[in-house]
T-cell receptor, first 114, second 115 residues
């Protein structure tokens, strides 16, 4: 099946620093999404990307849909303590029976030191 | 977006028993999805639940182990049957309210611990 390689697995940064994480795939996706999960909560959608090359921002968050459609990155600028959590990338292809299926990366655990 | 409520939020269960998780959505949705998140792991799709038809299960998941009901457009249940410690996970209900955009909204999850 499709697999997403998400890196880094974890990050420890100081408040105010910028953060970058990315996902790569061996297959093409038509949609890339980034989610954040706080402890004890379900994932919350941060950014959705639908076109190759698309660059989208949501406050301090910026994500891009790679030109090859096999990768995406998420940047967080000027991190704050509430950015702590697990960030997941997810991709979706529109091929046949997997039309509705999202494939999730393994997540990046972000820790922000005040 | 959607407000998705799951019950129970957490439970401790005995080996061999079964537990049914409920998912209630505040709007009518066509597609509902059940995910499993094992400790420290990513999300894995168990099945897609459509109203009025049998659920579609992903590879590695079977109806006898994870029976699903979808009686209407705002409600679904997932049963974890004959539980073992390996079933200890967070089970998440999700919906696509925008009509097949892939933008899933998740409930808070049901954390099951099987002793």
């Amino acid at each position: 099946g499709q697999q997403l390689n998400q890196s880094p697995q974890s990050m420890f940064i100081q408040e105010g620093e910028d953060v970058s994480m990315n996902c790569t795939s061996s297959s093409i996706f038509n949609t890339w999404l980034w989610y954040k999960q706080d402890p004890g909560e379900g994932p919350v959608l941060l950014i959705a990307l639908y076109k190759a090359g698309e660059l989208t921002s949501n406050g301090r968050l910026t994500a891009q849909f790679g030109i090859t459609r096999k990768d995406s990155f998420l940047n967080i600028s000027a991190s704050i303590p509430s950015d702590v959590g697990i960030y997941f990338c997810a991709g979706r292809s529109n091929s046949g029976g997997s039309n509705y299926k999202l494939t999730f990366g393994k997540g990046t655990l972000l820790t922000v030191n005040p | 977006s959607a407000v998705i409520s799951q019950k129970p939020s957490r439970d401790i269960c005995q080996r061999g028993t079964s537990l049914t998780i409920q998912c209630q959505v505040d709007s009518q949705v066509t597609m509902m999805f059940w995910y499993r998140q094992q400790p420290g792991q990513s999300l894995t799709l168990i099945a897609t639940a459509n109203q009025g038809s049998e659920a579609t299960y992903e590879s590695g998941f079977v109806i006898d182990k994870f029976p699903i009901s979808r009686p209407n457009l705002t409600f679904s249940t997932l049963t974890v049957s004959n539980m073992s410690p390996e079933d200890s996970s967070i089970y998440l209900c999700s919906v696509d309210t925008q009509g097949n955009t892939g933008e899933l909204f998740f409930g808070e999850g049901s954390r099951l611990t099987v002793l």
